[in-house]
Nanobody, 113 residues
Framework: QVQLVESGGGLVQPGGSLRLSCAASGRISSINAMAWYRQAPGKQRELVAQITRGGSTIYTDSVKGRFTISRDNAKNTVYLQMNSLKPEDTALYYC???????WGQGTQVTVSS
């Protein structure tokens, strides 16, 4: 079993920044890649960014240049730094293990003036 706990969401004005954190615990030694997904009301859940244990990353096109995913393997924590936030970034953001069906409870990000 793997437990994932997200934090860091909130309400921010357009152009603002937030940093999300995802703390992993449990049987995590076999977990290589971690990812952030998001789901906006009425839309499908989509991949935002992914990072391997070695640090290789991928991003969905809409966040490239604005979001940065990183991880601290010693702390078993994955981060998502979100800059230049837009109203369309509003969603529930989830942390997950790639290849294993473990998900956090989600953290709400709302971008609004």
């Amino acid at each position: 079993q793997v437990q994932l706990v997200e934090s860091g969401g909130g309400l921010v004005q357009p152009g603002g920044s937030l940093r999300l954190s995802c703390a992993a615990s449990g049987r995590i030694s076999s977990i290589n890649a971690m990812a952030w997904y998001r789901q906006a009301p009425g839309k499908q859940r989509e991949l935002v960014a992914q990072i391997t244990r070695g640090g290789s990353t991928i991003y969905t096109d809409s966040v490239k240049g604005r979001f940065t995913i990183s991880r601290d393997n010693a702390k078993n924590t994955v981060y998502l730094q979100m800059n230049s936030l837009k109203p369309e970034d509003t969603a529930l953001y989830y942390c997950t293990t790639v290849g294993y069906n473990y998900w956090g409870q989600g953290t709400q990000v709302t971008v609004s003036s």
